[in-house]
């Protein structure tokens, strides 16, 4: 069967909720009971047949086609399914998602895998601020799952986050890793000022020291971090699109802090290859 | 039944069930994973005086390791899962947390688990740092040599141990060159190791004895100085040495296979090298519920 296909027939002038249409919801239901869901548009509700074209049956294979940048919410809270999205979304995507995949072949929004359990989202383009962050009211930000983004990110990646994996191909904007609680974020580009602030553990991996750190960022020399090793392992074996990894680790410059906060986090700027 | 000259005797070796994991001791070099490894299966012949039997399974290339350093698997065997985890806590804190740059990880993923990490991290006392990646937790123990990376948990099984079997040499010196070559052959079975120094026991023991406080001794019946002293000697005029192999396994299939394996190598030597009879050690059948008969295994 083919996946389920909905093509947008053109941009809503309001912003869309679209949590709705996650594949473990759709599953089983026929295309005119999809096409009669209704989602919030602003101030009112619309059918999903009237923003969108229907095609194909498969809803675990769920395809989004169009400018979807005033859509949000696409694939939160998820548990199954794939989520392929050609074109641009909006804000919250994959929010509290607890697995599956979604692959967005564009860019997204803020709060991208806000508060996020598990599963796997995968970004080709770049992303807005709080990338696995807490939404406002929620106690830590994502604490599972794998984010990966091609090209950047905006402020405060991984805001609070509590675990799970953020790799950022680009550059991030300033506060990245900022009040971590746990977790692992990569940087491949620059990263910007106040990487790790008051982060109470966690790890931040940069490929490029940022121009400012945190003051109460303590440096402990250059180590070799056994750990870099089975987390690159593990990324390249799972997102064969990532040659940056290939000779990198475990050497690097590691600093540890936020000392305000604990000082159990820590910042690695990666040295190029040693043997063992 | 004859092999090569070689009598092979129409009797069964007797094992027993037991516990078994798996552990993966990286390092930064093959020496360094096989002091760790050696280390930790030291002293582990027998259950009967070291609290577990363990031995090496093999070699692992770097490129199937957790962290892409060279890898030594061991194999580790108790009488019960909480013997088998205060026995795995004990070694690899001793021995492999203390060998510089090595690291453990679990080599046996199965539902019922023990401690590895989750105990051994609070060596870290306050410091240590935990990973989550792809659903296994690891744990980073700050250390003198940098930082002792280390799986959560590992993975238990039901296993067999008390595999054996046993060869009639002419001397030590020929009993061991044959024994030695079955012992290499034999490390080729997967799930399967020979817990005794070199793979080789040279004093197996019999239930019970002639003192109350001894629960084991001496096997009388395949002592060479004892044939002209005790009068059911199972020893022929010729026979100056019996050598016994034992194997440990994580089923019945690498058990029999290793057994196959070094009874054939131990055969190819032959009576002109001094290698008369194989045969294997058991307790009437009363004992253990595993029963791996020669004839069957070499037919």
């Known amino acids: ?276 | 039944m004859k092999i090569n000259g070689v009598e092979i005797d129409n009797t069964f070796a007797e094992a027993f069930p037991m516990k078994a994991t798996r552990l993966i001791i990286t390092a930064m070099s093959y020496k360094w994973a096989y002091r760790a490894a050696n280390s930790l299966t030291g002293f582990a012949s027998s259950i009967i005086g070291c609290g577990c039997e363990a031995g090496i399974e093999y070699e692992i290339n770097e490129r199937h390791t957790p962290d892409g350093r060279p890898g030594i698997s061991v194999l580790i065997f108790a009488t019960s899962t909480r013997q088998l985890a205060e026995q795995v806590l004990k070694r690899v804190g001793q021995s492999v947390m203390t060998t510089a740059t090595a690291a453990c990880y679990s080599g046996l993923h199965t539902a019922d688990r023990i401690p590895l990490g989750k105990s051994l991290r609070f060596f870290g006392d306050g410091y240590q740092i935990s990973k989550l990646v792809d659903g296994t937790r690891y744990w980073r123990v700050p250390v003198m040599h940098g930082e002792f990376m280390c799986e959560e948990s590992t993975g238990v099984t039901d296993a067999i141990g008390g595999g054996n079997f046993l060869v009639f040499a002419k001397s030590s010196r020929h009993g061991l060159a044959a024994c030695e070559k079955a012992v290499k052959a034999m490390k080729k079975v997967r799930g399967a190791v020979t817990p005794f120094p070199g793979g080789v026991v040279g004093s197996g023991s019999k239930v019970g004895s002639k003192y109350k406080f001894m629960n084991t001794s001496t096997n009388h019946l395949y002592c060479p100085t004892l044939k002209g002293r005790v009068p059911d000697s199972a020893l022929s005029e010729k026979v100056g040495s019996v050598l016994e192999i034992v194997i440990d396994g994580l089923d019945k299939d690498a058990i029999t296979e290793a057994m196959r394996t070094g009874i054939e190598v131990t055969c190819s030597f032959g009576p002109r090298r001094g290698i008369y009879r194989i045969s294997a050690g058991h307790y009437g059948g009363k004992l253990g519920p595993h029963h791996f008969h020669l004839h069957k295994i070499l037919k």
């Open chain 1, 1 to 276: 069967m083919k996946p389920l296909t909905l093509t947008l027939k053109e941009p809503p002038s309001q912003r869309v909720e679209l949590s709705a249409l996650i594949p473990d919801r759709l599953s089983g239901m026929r295309r005119s009971a999809i096409a009669a869901i209704r989602l919030q548009c602003g101030n009112r509700k619309v059918k999903v047949g009237d923003l969108f074209s229907l095609s194909g049956g498969d809803a675990s294979q769920l395809q989004l086609r169009g400018d979807l940048g005033k859509f949000d919410g696409i694939g939160a809270a998820m548990a199954a399914g794939v989520i392929t999205v050609r074109g641009r979304v909006g804000h919250q995507l994959g929010a509290a998602m607890r697995g599956g995949r979604i692959m967005v072949h564009g860019d997204a929004g803020d709060w991208l895998g806000a508060n996020m359990h598990g599963g796997r989202i995968e970004v080709r383009g770049c992303a807005g601020n709080q990338v696995g962050g807490g939404l406002p009211g929620d106690a830590h930000g994502m604490d599972g799952g794998t984010i990966l983004i091609a090209g950047n990110a905006g402020m405060r990646v991984g805001d609070r986050m509590r675990r799970g994996i953020v790799v950022v191909k680009g550059d991030t904007g300033d506060y990245c890793g900022a009040r971590m609680l746990a977790g692992t974020i990569v940087v491949f580009g620059n990263a910007g000022d106040f990487a790790g602030a008051g982060m109470r553990r966690g790890t931040v991996i940069l490929i490029r020291k940022p121009e400012r750190l945190p003051a109460s960022f303590n440096y402990c020399g250059i180590l070799k971090m056994q750990f870099l090793r089975i987390l690159f392992h593990h990324l390249t074996r799972e997102y064969p699109n990532l040659p940056e990894l290939r000779g990198r680790g475990p050497l690097c410059d590691r600093y540890c802090g936020d000392l305000a906060t604990g000082g159990k986090g820590e910042l690695m700027i990666l040295r190029a290859s040693y043997p063992y």
